[in-house]
């Protein structure tokens, strides 16, 4: 699963596991529609292994700790279950530590799917997994949300209250888990995605590694394998966007017949759909193609593709922008090849992205927009060469892209 993406449970009972290369604390807590508790009793954890319908158990250092939950049993008005991980050593952080969730049928242990949150750093807790009721229907989420002040951060983000420690801290104790110290006091929550923040005054534009950014300072320009959040004054970018795709042939008179395509997937990497030349509407309209240049002749974009960010179906979790030639001319015949997001409503250019190397193949992948847990969608530059004609052969890869 990526961030985001859902699948629904074929079974009332499930259990979410969570295993690293280091031990972790697993907790689970019942959620009312206000996403909060309805008391300290829907928090279950070393200390409170059971309640209504969701129950702990320690792995015992051995095996991951893990929450299983009968929706059968889950009391009315109940509509998620969070399932969280920290890790056991006081101060260690996820950064260098990888955690994965496996969602298991909890009467036959079959695996339903798996989970490890991207781009872990400083956080000290993260919000893993989610079970919820949608439309009647139980449903399992993939989020990856980090907290840098530790399981307190987030169970006073959910109403639970946390006790004040004693004045001196006991050592980590032994087995049973139950006699784990409690929590530790809380600090202000911190509610930002998993991916590790920017610095608080990147670079314009903005070196390799800086982090993730946003749109707020105005147009940015990405370098290879950076990653834009379409986040403007705090909200998501959810309007009508265009990407659009350019390129010029690197020898003066020769033409060059480029494609450009967008793959839609859904959670589990899944092929959707395939918009391009040969079918300029997808998705009833929500994403559509300009059509084909035969020539590459001219400035400004040579192909555009429009994709309306808020009619798009909840099982799109990402799209990947390709561009190919047909014809069999490689990329070291095109020079000036870029791609740019614009807000259509605007005109205004948000994002640009130009290739800047070249490879003697017949594909390219340019861009992602990956949609997250909180709504948003960020924009990742690629720039990766594929040995591919048709935008069918882009499928396999760009999957492995995102």
């Known amino acids: 699963m990526t961030p985001g ?25 019942l959620l009312t529609a206000d996403g909060k508790v309805r008391s300290d009793d829907d928090f279950i954890f070393y200390n409170q292994p059971a309640g209504p319908g969701v129950t702990y158990r320690s792995g015992g250092g051995t095996s991951p700790d893990s929450i299983t939950v009968d929706t059968s049993a889950v009391p009315p008005g109940i509509e998620k279950i969070v399932v969280t991980a920290s890790p056991d050593a006081a101060g260690q952080t996820f950064r260098g530590v ?8 909890a009467d036959d242990q079959g695996v339903l799917a798996t989970f490890t949150p991207p781009q872990l750093g400083d956080e000290t807790a993260l919000v893993v997994m989610e079970i919820y009721l949608r439309n009647g229907q139980w449903k399992a989420r993939a989020v990856g949300q980090g907290y840098a002040n530790g399981l307190a ?30 929590v530790t006091p809380p600090a202000p929550p911190v509610t930002a995605p998993a991916a590790p923040p920017a610095p608080p005054t990147p670079p314009a534009p903005p070196a390799p590694g800086s982090g993730k950014i946003n749109l707020d300072k105005g147009r940015v320009s990405l370098q290879k394998n950076q990653t834009v959040s379409l986040m403007k004054g705090g909200q998501p970018l959810l309007t009508q966007v265009k990407m659009g795709l350019g390129w010029e042939p690197a020898y003066r008179g020769k033409d060059i017949d480029l494609d450009a395509s967008v793959i839609a997937f859904g959670p589990q990497r899944n092929h959707i759909d395939s918009c391009y030349f040969g079918k300029l509407q997808i998705l009833n309209g929500a994403i559509r193609h300009s059509g084909d240049n035969l020539t590459g002749e001219g400035a400004g974009d040579d192909e555009v593709i429009t994709v309306d960010l808020g009619r798009l179906p909840v099982e799109v ?36 992205f130009d290739l ?37 052969g882009m499928v396999k890869p760009a999957a492995q892209a995102l």
């Open 5 to 29: 993406s859902n699948i629904p449970l074929p079974t009332a009972r499930v259990t979410v596991d969570v295993a690293a290369p280091v031990r972790l604390d697993v907790s689970g807590l």
């Open 98 to 105: 990888e955690p994965t969730a496996t969602l298991r049928g």
């Open 153 to 182: 951060g987030i169970a006073t983000d959910f109403g639970v209250t946390v006790e004040e420690p004693a004045p001196a801290a006991p050592a980590a104790p032994p087995q049973p888990a139950a006699t784990q110290p409690p």
């Open 317 to 352: 979790t990402g799209l990947v922008f390709t561009v190919n030639s047909f014809s069999g001319q490689k990329f070291t015949e095109v020079a000036k090849a870029y791609c740019r997001l614009i807000d259509a409503l605007t005109g205004e250019e948000l994002v640009r």
């Open 356 to 392: 800047t190397d070249a490879a003697p193949q017949t594909g390219v992948m340019m861009a992602k927009l990956i949609r997250q847990f909180s709504g948003e969608w960020e924009m990742t530059a690629l720039g990766e060469f594929v040995k591919s004609r048709t935008v069918r």
